[in-house]
């Protein structure tokens, strides 16, 4: 086969490697990706691997060390130097030798990777975690080395494991499955499912567990995929006590109900996008738990944004939100919203739960009212007031609350009749409304 152009930045390094004796190998998910776009499983526009790695046989670590330094610029990365960051103009290019992954002790973090350039490349294979992540591609002859059998398995759609002795050597593996299958909608093998219901996940780092989760809801088309019966006994309701109880049925409808608003609304990797998905996925956790657990999948704050409490926000309100609201009624409603992410946010949430196309008219009016992610500011402030005569105090606040509220009902864009209804106040008038 032909190198795609995708690859073309590896193709100095293989070459240089070609030279010196070596032979490099593209590896990982872009060789997977891009054999899906072959086998017409994708279209060819969604080829755009973000990582593209390569492994490189037959030179030992300071013979490669030097052929990249003369190529450009290097960076040493992962335990026993096994990984040596690339940069070639715009592009950055892992480059690595085989490796032995030695278990020091249980968990995750308890993996050393040791380099072996001269393992042979039936054996490097064999420490990779599925048979379609498992495929090697060379981009000076076009060759594409399978020893494990993972282009059948991309035609069968199915995620298989390489070997089953090593497979539970990393505990992350049992995440990475469900993300793969929803992000792939491929179905997970009875035996595979079975390596992950006896991993240990309990001492997994937030980090690494909500990141595989994110993966799942944010960049599948259908996240329930990897939430289906087998995968939520297998990994998902051993991650944390509230997940044992969760209507996963309910989870599921949701979250892939949300994952088609949350396109049309925000960027798919966007803080609201993120909120509205989780928030999907955990509206049914009792109110008690949902802090817990969100600890758990490392949910956070993003980029400024007050992810975990516009979940915890969304979650709690969404419930409540009536399928038929007054203008009025909806900028009050986005102003008790603004500080959780927003009307916007509550109201997919609402629909994506409920499954309820109601909810479509009120977001088409809160986008046509300027409330979907907040409210105006006051147009009558203290200030204003203490120029009429206020004292600052309990009822100068009891007033701008008055005021405010007035303006959200009617949509107020002016401050001069709420100025009369304060003056009318001032000299005490009836109710304050200007005649």
Not at 314 to 325: E, F, N, S
């Amino acid at each position: 086969m032909q190198c795609p152009e995708a690859f073309a930045p590896t193709l100095p390094i293989a070459e240089a490697c070609r030279r010196s004796g070596g032979r490099a190998l593209l590896v990982g998910g872009a060789v997977r990706d891009w054999l899906m776009v072959v086998e017409g499983l994708w279209e060819a526009g969604a080829l755009r691997p973000k990582d593209l790695d390569l492994e490189v046989h037959g030179l030992a670590a300071p013979a490669l060390e030097r052929l990249l330094r003369g190529l450009g610029s290097v960076s040493l990365v992962g335990q026993s130097f096994a990984v040596y960051k690339l940069t070639l103009g715009p592009h950055e290019i892992d480059v690595s030798l085989p490796r032995r992954d030695s278990v020091r002790r249980p968990g995750h973090r308890g993996i050393l990777a040791i380099g072996d350039p001269f393992m042979g490349l039936t054996e490097a294979a064999r420490r990779r975690d599925l048979t379609i992540n498992a495929i090697a591609f060379d981009p000076l002859t076009g060759m594409v080395e399978d020893p494990w059998g993972g282009c059948d398995d991309l035609r069968a759609h199915r995620l298989r494991e390489v070997d089953p002795d090593t497979f539970g050597e990393d505990p992350l593996r049992a995440l990475r499955v469900p993300q793969l299958a929803a992000r792939l909608e491929f179905l997970v093998t009875p035996g595979l499912l079975a390596l992950c219901a006896a991993m240990p996940l309990q001492d997994l780092p937030a980090e690494r567990v909500g990141g595989e989760l994110r993966k799942l809801l944010m960049r599948a088309s259908r996240p329930s995929w990897g939430l289906d019966e087998g995968l939520c006994a297998a990994v998902w309701r051993r991650l944390h006590p509230a997940l044992s109880t969760l209507d996963w049925e309910a989870a599921r409808g949701a979250v892939d109900r949300a994952a088609d608003l949350g396109c049309r609304r925000w960027p798919r990797g966007g803080p609201r996008a993120e909120a509205l998905m989780v928030g999907a996925l955990l509206h049914g956790v009792e109110p008690a738990m949902l802090e817990g657990l969100l600890d758990r999948l490392d949910v956070h704050s993003q980029g400024g944004f007050a992810l975990r409490r516009a979940v915890l926000l969304a979650v709690q309100h969404q419930r409540d939100l009536p399928v038929q609201a007054s203008d009025g009624a909806l900028r009050l409603a986005a102003r008790m919203a603004a500080p959780g992410g927003g009307l916007g946010l509550w109201l997919s949430l609402a629909w994506a739960v409920r499954g309820d196309a109601s909810f479509a008219e009120l977001l088409s009016r809160t986008d046509a009212l300027g409330v979907a992610l907040g409210v105006p500011p006051p147009l009558v402030t203290g200030r204003d007031l203490v120029a009429l005569g206020f004292a600052p105090g309990p009822g100068m606040g009891a007033l701008l609350e008055r005021l405010y509220r007035r303006q959200l009902e009617e949509g107020l864009r002016e401050a001069t009749p709420l100025l009369a209804e304060a003056a009318a106040a001032a000299t005490g008038r009836g109710d304050g409304r200007a005649p």
